[in-house]
Nanobody
Framework: QVQLVESGGGLVQAGGSLRLSCAAS????????MGWFRQAPGKEREFVAV????????AYADSVKGRFTISRDNAKNTGYLQMNSLKPEDTAVYFC????????????????WGQGTQVTVSS
């Protein structure tokens, strides 16, 4: 079992930055790939970014590539999502998730989820 808790969301103006954190507890966090997903009102949950267990391999959705950076600190059992040049269309609830399946972008590959943190980008 892995428990995940996101933090760092909030309200920011377009062009601004936020850093989300995902604190993990329970089973060894470093055993899992960590992903970030987001869900806007009325839309399906969508993939944002993923990082494999050692941090050496990452992947991003095209919509955030070049603006968002995923990272992790296994010593602190914490993952991060640095979000720069935010746009109103980035507004959503952001979820972190853990998978033992590697670098994957579909939600069903992730067995553990946090409760989400709201990110609102004003124009």
């Amino acid at each position: 079992q892995v428990q995940l808790v996101e933090s760092g969301g909030g309200l920011v103006q377009a062009g601004g930055s936020l850093r989300l954190s995902c604190a993990a507890s329970g089973h060894t966090f470093s055993s899992y790939a960590m992903g970030w997903f987001r869900q806007a009102p009325g839309k399906e949950r969508e993939f944002v970014a993923v990082i494999e267990w050692s941090g050496g391999i990452t992947a991003y959705a095209d919509s955030v590539k070049g603006r968002f950076t995923i990272s992790r600190d296994n010593a602190k059992n914490t993952g991060y999502l640095q979000m720069n040049s935010l746009k109103p269309e980035d507004t959503a609830v952001y979820f972190c998730a853990a998978s033992d399946g590697g670098i994957l972008s579909y939600t069903r590959a992730y067995g553990y989820w946090g409760q989400g943190t709201q990110v609102t980008v004003s124009s």
